[in-house]
């Protein structure tokens, strides 16, 4: 049997978006059919804005906040702390004050959640058209990148990797995505475990996970750029 982890943001759904009608008539059915297991960096608050509950209730369980609290049919079954080093917030606080970004900033850009915090320059109370303005713009100055890369030469208790459009996410060593994959086998031994992300590459969100399973046996990772293409791989 096969068992499937879905990852949500540019996979199920486009990053912060609602699922897509069409994409949840076609992809329930299947769904309901399967063991599948669902891992987000959003929190769980989140994953009930963007999915419709009939698809919540068909996974098998529900990681947030990047494996860091498991639901199941709505109930919590677990959930990490994360201690921060003052110095490491200082270090954020500063790149904040510091960034080269001459749009506005907004509120809310260190939001600490379960087990990780989520940063970004920009603030996450920022409007919906803000987020694009600065991830084009980020493209091209590679802003997060150099932050992540800073935060993890600086401390090394601290994994920081790029979130979806406007943060980075970081999580103590070992308390990233990619403890899922040993929860998961622990729970299907002997089943094929095949994940379905878009951020599989080096430095991405999927990233540690994708690395935890490849180096499992009995398990594939598949990579794709929107869920349309998780639509043409099902083949739904
Ligand atoms: O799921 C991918 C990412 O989605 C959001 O990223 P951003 O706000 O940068 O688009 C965040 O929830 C982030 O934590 C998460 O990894």
Not at 40 to 45: D, I, K, P, T, V
């Amino acid at each position: 049997m096969n068992i499937y982890i879905f990852d949500m943001d540019g996979t199920l759904t486009l990053p912060r978006q609602k699922m897509e009608k069409d994409f949840s008539y076609r992809f329930l059915p299947w769904l309901k059919m399967r063991l599948a297991y669902l891992v987000a960096g959003s929190n769980y608050e989140k994953i009930t804005e963007q999915l419709p509950p009939d698809i919540i209730s068909s996974f098998s369980g529900v990681y947030s906040s990047m494996g860091n609290v498991f639901h199941q049919k709505g109930v919590e079954i677990y959930r990490n702390d994360i201690k921060l080093n003052k110095e490491m917030l200082q270090t954020l606080e500063r790149f904040r004050k510091s960034t080269e970004y001459n749009g506005k900033l907004y509120t809310n850009y260190m939001e600490l959640r379960p087990g990780m915090l989520n940063f970004t320059v920009l603030g996450r109370n920022c409007p919906f058209a803000e987020r694009a303005k600065y991830h084009e713009w980020d493209n091209i100055h590679h802003e997060r990148e150099k932050i992540a890369k800073a935060i993890n030469e600086q401390f090394d208790e601290y994994v920081a990797t790029l979130g979806g459009k406007i943060s980075i996410d970081i999580v103590t060593k070992g308390g990233g995505k990619e403890q899922i994959a040993e929860h998961i086998r622990a729970r299907h031994p002997n089943d094929k475990i095949i994940f379905i992300a878009d951020r599989t590459e080096v430095g991405g969100s999927d990233y540690t996970l994708a690395e935890a399973l490849r180096n499992m046996e009995n398990t594939e990772v598949i990579t794709v750029k929107s869920p349309e293409d998780v639509l043409s791989y099902l083949n739904i």
